[in-house]
Each structure stands twice: as C-alpha cells, then as structure tokens.
C-alpha cells in the first residue's frame, strides 16, 4: 500500500509527514546514540543504515528504529560501547561476535569477511552472534552480490522472548519471525535481492495497527482459538501470525531457529545468523553472468501484468529506484517519529554533563 | 489429503491399489533401466531411490516417474549410458557433470562430495549441472543431516522448456517450479528436512489432476487471463501455476533460476543445481546440538493443533514415520501404474537380442 506520501507501508498513516534532510537526520540520530554511549564510528554507521531504509522505501527498517534501539541501548538490552570482533572458534569456525551490541556493524564486518573468504576458497560460512537488531538485511547481502557474490543469510533465534508465529497446523505462536536473505549479482541494473520474513507479515506491523487503531490484511493473523483475526488486540491476547505459505514459511523458520539456537546459540542478546557467501566469477566470468540475468530478468520486467498490478517487479530493484528518486528531497518521515526523535535527542543532550 | 489406502495425494485416485513387495518392484524397475540401457549400478540405484519415495509417502517423485524416464531415456532426453563425475573447473568450481543422464547418482556423488570437503574446509560450494530429473531432493539434504551437515539445495534453470510458474503480480508462466530443500540434524528423531516447490503445486498435479479429471485446489493456478481457477486444463490454454507465499515464493524462484542459468547454465538436459554443505560441528559438538534441537522440536511437537489439523508436524518426520510403518507391507502401487511398468517391462524383454 502507498499512504499519500507514496511511502510504502502495510498501514494507511494517517500522520502528516516532514522533509528532512538526509545529512541532518543522520547526524541528529548519530548524536542520539553517541550520546547513549555508542562510539563515533558505531553511531554513524547505524544512523546511515536506517536513513538508507527510509531512502529505499523500507520504513520498517528506517529512522522509527531510532526510538527502539534508544530505548534497548539504555535499558541495558543491547550494550552501546560493544564492538564487533571476528574470531576463530576453538573448532575452526569463523564467528564474529557483536558482544552484545548492534547488529548492524557486525553484519558489515561479518559481509566483508565473508567476502574475503570466499573470494580466498570460493566459500565461506560466517555465524554472527550475541547481536542485537541487524537492520536490513538486505542491505548486507547486496552488498556482497555488487562485489561478485552469492549471499545467503538467515536466522532469529531466541524464541523465549520472541514468540510471534504458529507452527503450520498449529495455534500458539511458538517461533520468531525468522527472515532469510539471498542477493545474486543480477543483470545491467544490479544485483537480484530479497529480504523477507517467514511469517505473513513482520512482527513490527502488529504493533504498528495497534498503536494506530488499523486493521490487519486479511488471513495473517489467528487468534488464540486459531480462528483468523483481522483485529492486532488477538495478537497480545494470545493469538499468532501465520506463517507464510503455510507448511514452506514455517520449514524455512524452523530450520534457521535450529540454526540460530542448536547450531549457534543459546541466542544472546538478541539473535544468531548463519551468512553463506559464494564466489560466482569460480563458476563463470562476471560479464557472462551478467548478460544471462539481463536477458532473464528483462523477460520478467516484460511479464503482462496480472489483474491489479502494474508490473512484474524484479527484487532489489524497487528499493534501488526508490532510492534514486528520494535521495534529493530527503526522507519524509512522519511529523511524530521525528518530533519524538527530536525529544529524545533534546533529553540526552540535557542530561550530558557539562 | 489420503486415499483409501493411506497414501498422501493431492488427489483422490479412485484407482484400486496393489501391493508388491519392495525387493520385487525394485528388481522390475532396475531391469527396465538396465535394458534401456543404464549401468546395473545406476539401474539399481535409480529403482531404489523411486521405491523409497514411495515407502515415505511421497509417491510424485516415487514409482510413477519409472515411466517418465523411461521414456526420456528412449527419446534421448537423458542418457542412459552417462556416468556422473566430479570435475574441479578451471575457475577453481567442483562440478558434478551428470553428462546427460538422470541426475541421481549425480546428486547422491555431489552430495558424499560434499560432505568430504565440508568436513576438511567447514563449509562447501558444488554444483550439479548436466543432468535430468535429480529424484527426491530432500533424500539427499536429509543424508547430509545425519552425518552432522547443514545441507541447502535449490536450483532449476531450463526455463525455456519449463515454463509452468507465473512471476508474482504477473499472468504468464515464465518460470520452473524450482524447488528448495534445507536439512540440519535435528532432536532424537534425526534430522529437520524439506524439500518444497516454490510454486503453490508442483506441476506435476497438474498433469495429474488432467488425468484424473479432477479440478485442483483453489488459488494455485491461474487461467490466461490471470484469473484463479480450478480447471487443470486452464493451465494448457495459456494459464500458469501462481507462486508459493507471493512475492516471496517468486523471490525464491528467481534465485535458483539465476544460479541454474546465469552462474552455473547454460541448462544442459534438464536442470543445474547448487548445493551447499556446513560441517555443524565447527560450531557445536552433536550431542549438545541435538539436545537443544529436541528441546526446540519437543516443544513444537507438543503444540496446540489449530482447528482442522491433528497435530503439528516436524518437517521430515512424517516421510521416515510413514517409512517405518509401511516398509513391511511392501508398497501401495495404483493397479494401473503397475500394470504399465509390467507392461514396459515385457515390452523391453521381447525386444532383447537373443
């Protein structure tokens, strides 16, 4: 769905919406965790990975983080001064460890180890662990497909805390949302990218009905009789998110808490992921690969459309175009969230020290 | 949903069924293969994996395809007489070349491959190009799994002859069904495994469904003109089978689609296949695995079923539950389906040089 703003969003925001400037933002929500404890670097790399969100069109993974990861920062959920460091278990396994930070310098670390890796041996497997929120994946496994790569990343893990969607056949929500990841290099205008959840939909728009008094899309909800529910209140009094594609959403969400939790955990902090990186220039030239994506990928573009779409859409490509045509006028992001941020900002520069 | 005889079928065969004896069925069909053709080694191990499809219930990739490949054999679609090898490629790749034939044993040397070089360097990277139809996928991740591997396969390609799913938001069938198996060792009842087209159906209910002259189930397939519709016939007049989960069913298609055709193709018989193979025990010791696998299962076994479902499943239970229970009684062929495979059967015989 599209509000007015043409911001895509699964819920219709009925909140007026302010233009800011990209470099503005991101150096007011980099003073934000600075101020909470994070170092420059860490600060600024946040701050940029969820203004690039808003830039692509990803709201639920932009600027409205701000306000969360404030909140998990000073209730001591995530550690603001941790720093990711990549280390060789005892077992001969690369893991870059988050020590109980951010995810998302780790996951950009653990990329371009990863990349490195694979470029070495033509594969590698990287766990990411004792993270908090690693932002947008996709932006990572992008990343790695620009440079040549195949990448794979999934996980979740720490089901106690996050117990969001039903098993197929079942009516207790019992697993995290667990997404999954996969860029390719892709034909002449980038790499092919998805991101999703295995759920119907992310744990975070369930709030976001709730908070704004909406309804949900039909059929993604049950409530705690199992019955399909449109109203978000079912969800907090008992009921689960369905999972995507029935029996296939819930094997891929299965698989990455055996992964997360058998494989990599006990989940700390938040989550573990497993990252699958691949060198496709070992199967054949980058250029030859190109050519062949290009001429399938244009086949889809070509696709007639069917009843109530415009067009077959390539994944990846929504967010880059998105991204050309915003960058100049900033990021319009609703007159709430930034006046909460504003607030927030303003409440932990009284508090510093003079 | 289950016939008469207890096997799962997405539809109702009113076909009477006989039983026949594992080692007999096995036996026929291995002497089939041979005399079109195949090595005694490969005729054996093609019979044997189709008859324990069946054992475990998945009777699409099970007996029935004896003649499907038999006649592929016979037109020259594969070749009867190729044996896989591995080839490291000038780039650096391990390749299994099925060399035309069917792309069991192929699959079977790609994934023992795989296992060995996962085991010295952690993680492995092979593909298997060359090759038909490659069996129950699931069979091998699911092998991985218990020697103590995280095993993730997926790939299609050949588009241009498989042209069954459409793009989501699209009405045109333009892609495979490209299929995904993930397997991971799980709990006490061995390994967490699945093996899923991604589109709604695997093309061949449609087939079946004609045959039958059964209508589908609703909103898998849509008619030319992208409206959803029952009618298997709808798919040969220009219709398409729609995508598992949406756009992500499609996201996934489209990742193996550019793996199969853009790194690993061009396509050569009928399919090109990437599989990946993590040593889990870098990360953790079995036995610690395991028990937090079965910790995590146990839970989910024990979920509350929704209305409508007996009991939540563990992906990869059911087909070893359904083998167990059913190996002794032989198995549960439509009269029809064996009287064809006899008949093929006698066919070849009288054709033998004396």
Redesign the interface.
């Given at each position: 769905m599209m509000d007015q703003s043409g911001i895509r969003s699964k819920l219709e925001l009925d909140d007026e919406r302010v233009f800011i400037a990209v470099e503005e933002i991101v150096a007011l929500v980099a003073s934000i965790f600075e101020n909470i404890g994070c170092s420059a670097l860490v600060a600024r790399e946040v701050a940029e990975h969820l203004a690039d969100s808003n830039l692509c069109g990803m709201e639920s993974h932009g600027l409205m983080r701000t306000l969360q990861y404030a909140e998990q920062f000073e209730t001591g959920y995530m550690r603001a001064d941790a720093e990711a460091e990549i280390k060789t278990?005892e077992?001969?396994?690369t893991?870059v460890d988050g020590n109980g930070g951010i995810g998302i310098p780790a996951m950009r670390i653990a990329t371009e180890e990863a990349c490195r890796q694979a470029r070495e041996?033509?594969?590698?497997?990287l766990?990411i662990v004792n993270v908090g929120h690693t932002g947008r994946l996709g932006a990572f496994t992008e990343a790695a497909a620009y440079d040549g790569f195949?990448s794979?990343c999934f996980g979740g893990g720490g089901?106690e805390k996050w117990r969001q969607v039903?098993?197929?056949?079942?009516?207790?929500a019992?697993l995290p949302t667990n997404p999954y990841s996969?860029a390719?290099?892709?034909g002449d205008r980038g790499p092919?990218m998805?991101d999703?959840a295995t759920s119907k939909i992310a744990g975070g728009w369930i709030y976001a009905a709730s908070s704004a008094g909406a309804r949900l899309p039909d059929n993604v909800l049950?409530d705690r009789?199992?019955?399909v529910s449109r109203d978000p209140e079912d969800y907090f009094r008992g009921g689960a998110i369905l999972p995507?594609?029935g029996?296939?959403?819930?094997?891929?969400a299965?698989?990455a808490?055996?992964?997360a939790?058998?494989?990599?955990?006990?989940t700390r902090t938040e989550g573990g992921w497993?990252l699958?990186t691949?060198d496709?220039?070992?199967?054949?030239e980058a250029s030859a690969?190109?050519a062949?994506?290009e001429e399938?990928l244009d086949?889809?573009r070509n696709?007639?459309?069917?009843?109530g779409?415009?067009?077959?859409?390539?994944?990846g490509e929504r967010e880059r175009e998105y991204r050309e045509a915003s960058r100049d006028d900033g990021i319009a992001l609703p007159a709430r969230t930034l006046q909460q941020i504003r607030e927030l900002s303003d409440r932990l520069n009284a508090a510093k020290p003079a």
């Open positions: 278990s077992r001969g396994a893991i041996q033509g594969v590698s497997s766990a195949l794979i089901r039903a098993p197929y056949g079942g009516r207790r019992m996969i390719i290099p892709g092919m998805f999703f049950m009789d199992g019955n995507s594609g029996h296939k959403g819930y094997a891929l299965l698989a808490e055996l992964v939790e058998a494989m990599l955990g006990p497993l699958l691949v496709t220039t070992r199967y054949r690969m190109q062949i994506a399938i086949e889809l696709c007639p459309p069917a009843p779409f415009e067009r077959v859409e390539i994944p």
